[in-house]
T-cell receptor
Framework: SQQGEEDPQALSIQEGENATMNCSYKTSINNLQWYRQNSGRGLVHLILIRSNEREKHSGRLRVTLDTSKKSSSLLITASRAADTASYFCATAIGGGADGLTFGKGTHLIIQP | EAGVVQSPRYKIIEKKQPVAFWCNPISGHNTLYWYLQNLGQGPELLIRYENEEAVDDSQLPKDRFSAERLKGVDSTLKIQPAELGDSAVYLC???????????FGPGTRLTVL
């Protein structure tokens, strides 16, 4: 079963613009992660934010977490054509190496 | 450092046939996961191993699916017999024990005819 749901399901923007995608989830979590999946390739871990954190940055990525609303957002600044991919949020209920529960993903297309 | 290796990358079989997928995790990663990903969906956990022990197999359909991780390194996921609805991508991932970040392999795309 899917824990989270990403919004929007699909997003198309011009290169150089910022892209924002949202994730909502249902149960209390230990941490939330974002993964990227390019066409024909495996999932790649982007960033992890713990339940006691509100914001985290990594390069052009900014993630926020609001545990009261059970939601997270991923912002990609100054988008590039190579950012075209599907982006998934994934939640872990426990710490350690628990299995992840993924959302359905947001398909991002960067127009050159 | 080599990533997670999976084989085969693609498999086409007829329904009711058996099929097996193989995964070699990143060296030193104690935890291994098998996920199933349907088209347009996120991955769903099937089973998680810590070393050779299956610590979470609650989502594995045990009537037709089985998995093993002998010696706590490589793992095999088997389906017998396969059904049309099993067509999907089967992903293997690994992580260091106690760490949340998972590293995924390229997956095996299964088509059941």
């Amino acid at each position: 079963s899917q824990q989270g749901e990403e919004d929007p399901q699909a997003l198309s923007i011009q290169e150089g613009e910022n892209a924002t995608m949202n994730c909502s989830y249902k149960t209390s979590i230990n941490n939330l992660q974002w993964y990227r999946q390019n066409s024909g390739r495996g999932l790649v871990h982007l960033i992890l934010i713990r339940s006691n954190e509100r914001e985290k940055h990594s390069g052009r990525l900014r993630v926020t977490l609001d545990t009261s609303k059970k939601s997270s957002s991923l912002l990609i600044t100054a988008s590039r054509a190579a950012d075209t991919a599907s982006y998934f949020c994934a939640t872990a209920i426990g710490g350690g190496a628990d299995g992840l529960t993924f959302g359905k993903g947001t398909h991002l297309i960067i127009q050159p | 450092e080599a990533g997670v290796v999976q084989s085969p990358r693609y498999k086409i079989i007829e329904k009711k046939q058996p099929v097996a997928f193989w995964c070699n995790p990143i060296s030193g990663h104690n935890t291994l996961y098998w996920y199933l990903q349907n088209l347009g969906q996120g991955p769903e956990l099937l089973i998680r191993y810590e070393n050779e022990e299956a610590v979470d197999d609650s989502q594995l359909p045990k009537d037709r699916f089985s998995a093993e991780r002998l010696k706590g390194v490589d793992s095999t996921l088997k389906i017998q017999p396969a059904e049309l609805g099993d067509s999907a991508v089967y992903l293997c991932a690994s992580s260091l024990l106690g760490r949340n970040e998972q590293f995924f392999g390229p997956g095996t795309r299964l088509t059941v005819l």
